[in-house]
């Protein structure tokens, strides 16, 4: 596009796990970036995704710093037990890079495997975004909410996960949702796994599972 002169810019929605490298390119690409932090702590983000947050936050540092101009929002994902303790951390990370910097708050709509977890509130995402705004940001708001309550079963594979994740609940509760599919390697670590191409917790019709 640029050779034939257009003048379109390129938006990109990333998770931020990427080389270093790797995002200088995308910000050098893209005229608009959309960075997701899902998570702020290690035991939970690797729960999440199967891989270390440090990269993400490297990439974040980055991008306020190199890519200001470029960037659209940050944004978190708020599930319910297991992100929405992160939120205020992150939050705080964000405000030490540049309190301008937009944060949006997503409400989780279940979905895959975590079909029958419960979404937030109206009133726990308005709790979350007051919480941003102490920490520092300017420029906090939501969207969408889901409420639901957690499964039995999901809630007691979640004790017996707690050790694996150093007792951190969130994590445990992540987890559980991924243990429940099939999942074998507990902390997670999918690039590792020896089911990592063939993954059972990619399960799109979750109902099959019960």
């Not at 929002?73 to 990370?93: L, Q």
């Not at 708001?141 to 039995?152: C, F, K, L, Q």
């Given at each position: 596009m640029r050779r034939q002169g257009l003048d379109l810019g390129i938006g990109i929605s990333t998770g931020g796990f990427a080389t270093a490298a790797t995002m200088a390119r995308i910000a050098d690409l893209c005229r608009v970036i959309t960075l997701e932090i899902k998570a702020w702590s290690d035991p939970v983000h690797r729960a999440l995704t199967g891989a270390p947050v440090?990269?993400?936050?490297?990439?974040?540092?980055?991008?306020?710093?190199?890519?200001?101009?470029?960037?659209?929002?940050?944004?978190?994902?708020?599930?319910?037990?297991?992100?929405?303790?992160?939120?205020?951390?992150?939050?705080?990370?964000?405000?030490?890079?540049?309190?301008?910097?937009?944060?949006?708050?997503?409400?989780?709509?279940?979905?895959?495997?975590?079909?029958?977890?419960?979404?937030?509130?109206?009133?726990?995402?308005?709790?979350?975004?007051?919480?941003?705004?102490?920490?520092?940001?300017?420029?906090?708001?939501?969207?969408?909410?889901?409420?639901?309550?957690?499964?039995?079963?999901?809630?007691?594979?979640?004790?017996?996960?707690?050790?694996?994740?150093?007792?951190?609940?969130?994590?445990?509760l992540t987890a559980a949702y991924a243990a429940a599919c099939g999942c074998p390697t507990h902390p997670r670590d999918c690039g590792a796994c020896p089911l990592r191409d063939n993954c059972p917790a990619t399960l799109r019709e979750p109902w099959r599972g019960r």
């Open positions: 440090a990269p993400v936050l490297r990439n974040a540092e980055y991008l306020a710093r190199e890519g200001r101009d470029r960037i659209r929002v940050f944004r978190t994902v708020v599930i319910p037990g297991m992100t929405d303790s992160e939120v205020g951390a992150i939050a705080t990370f964000i405000a030490s890079l540049d309190p301008g910097i937009p944060y949006r708050l997503i409400g989780f709509r279940p979905n895959n495997v975590l079909y029958y977890h419960p979404g937030p509130s109206a009133e726990e995402m308005d709790r979350l975004c007051a919480i941003s705004r102490e920490a520092g940001l300017e420029d906090v708001a939501w969207s969408g909410y889901y409420p639901e309550t957690v499964p039995d079963g999901i809630r007691a594979l979640a004790a017996r996960l707690a050790d694996a994740y150093g007792g951190d609940p969130a994590a445990a």
